[in-house]
Structures are given as C-alpha cells and as structure tokens.
T-cell receptor, first 109, second 116 residues
C-alpha cells in the first residue's frame, strides 16, 4: 500500500530552527509537496521537489532523497506565525496526491 | 495569480436537507478539480477528482449518490451533499490544477459544514 509518515507533533522555540521529516512509500513518484495549514484554513503551497537535493525559499527549505524515500522541511528563524500543521504529500504514478497526516508545529516564545 | 474561491465559507443545515458548495478558479482555467474532506485533527481525505465536462472519479468508500459533483465549466465545480446527516459535519476543501503547472494544486479556503 501507499504510505506517508511524518511526526504528529513538534515543539520549537521562536527564533530557532526546526526540521520536519517525511518518509514515503508510494507506487511511483512524480514529486513531493509540502503544504502549510493553519487551523481552520485550507492548505497553502510551500514547496515542490522532484529531483534530489535541497530547494531553498527564504526561511523555508525542502530536501528530497528519492532513493531513501525521504524528505524534510527546514524552517529557520522561527516566528510565532509559523505555528501550523505541515503536510507532506507525494504525487504517485497516476498523478494523484497521497497525503501524510500532517505535523502540528507548536512555537513557544 | 491562481486563486480558488469557495462559497459558502460555512453553512449550517438541518438533517435531511441538501447543501451545495461552489468552487471557482478565478484567474485560470482549471482542467482538474479535486474535492477533499477533512475531519478535526486529521489530514485531507480525497473524495473525488473531476475534469470539466466529464463524470467525477470517486475514491473508494465515497458514495457518489450522496456527494454529487458537477464540473460544468473550466472555472466552476460544485459539490452537493444530499440528505445531510450529522456525520457529514466536516471541512470540505476544493483544489484545482491548471494547464500551465499541472502538478500544483491551488486550494480554496474551505467550507465548514455543520448539520443540526
């Protein structure tokens, strides 16, 4: 079956760095996405990785290793507004998104 | 660019009645639209995928007669929850992909449904 694993919850301090990991097993691979979702709101797109390596976009970076079925989202200089759920999703061979359950990130002052 | 709207943003209906939710792509033509359901503290669950002018493809376990999807144009898809019951209470989110960047789904703001 298809499976996306990510931690349920993480806590970090304002100004610090946090890494959210995601491992996946899917039938085929057409890219991995990270989305941010604040409580009661729809997800917003953060990043898309289809090749191995690190993609940097401001305070957020996303890394992919296809051979290991592994990705992480790195958030630097954490701000209180970064408190949200972070969803990892993989597009399979049918171009369908397989979603992880999300990681709730709690930022403490 | 790539804005998706949903209407209404929240709705309360009586048990047994039907509710229609609209999803519109405002500044692009959506070749494919997706309907998701999200229960509290859970991840998104794909309900169905629809392409303009054709019947929606429903995920396993989703009743097509209960959740009617119409993708009438390249900018509008509707989801009708028929004979709503309290267990249908959820956050319904649509997303859309366009021709230019077919891999990225643009999400609507969601519709919160409460059934009394």
């Amino acid at each position: 079956g298809q499976n996306i694993d990510q931690p349920t919850e993480m806590t970090a301090t304002e100004g610090a760095i946090v890494q959210i990991n995601c491992t996946y097993q899917t039938s085929g691979f057409n890219g991995l996405f990270w989305y941010q979702q604040h409580a009661g709101e729809a997800p917003t797109f953060l990043s898309y990785n289809v090749l191995d390596g690190l993609e940097e976009k401001g305070r957020f970076s996303s890394f992919l290793s296809r051979s290991k079925g592994y990705s992480y989202l790195l958030l630097k200089e954490l701000q209180m507004k970064d408190s949200a759920s972070y969803l990892c999703a993989v597009m399979d061979s049918n171009y369908q998104l397989i979603w992880g359950a999300g990681t709730k990130l709690i930022i403490k002052p | 660019g790539a804005v998706v709207s949903q209407h209404p943003s929240w709705v309360i209906c009586k048990s047994g009645t039907s509710v229609k939710i609209e999803c519109r792509s405002l500044d692009f033509q959506a070749t494919t639209m997706f309907w998701y359901r999200q229960f509290p503290k859970q991840s998104l669950m794909l309900m169905a995928t629809s392409n303009e002018g054709s019947k929606a493809t429903y995920e396993q376990g989703v009743e097509k007669d209960k959740f009617l999807i119409n993708h009438a144009s390249l900018t509008l898809s509707t989801l009708t929850v028929t004979s709503a019951h309290p267990e249908d209470r959820s956050f319904y989110i649509c997303s859309a992909t366009g021709e230019r960047e077919a891999y990225e789904q643009y999400f609507g703001p969601g519709t919160r449904l409460t059934v009394t």
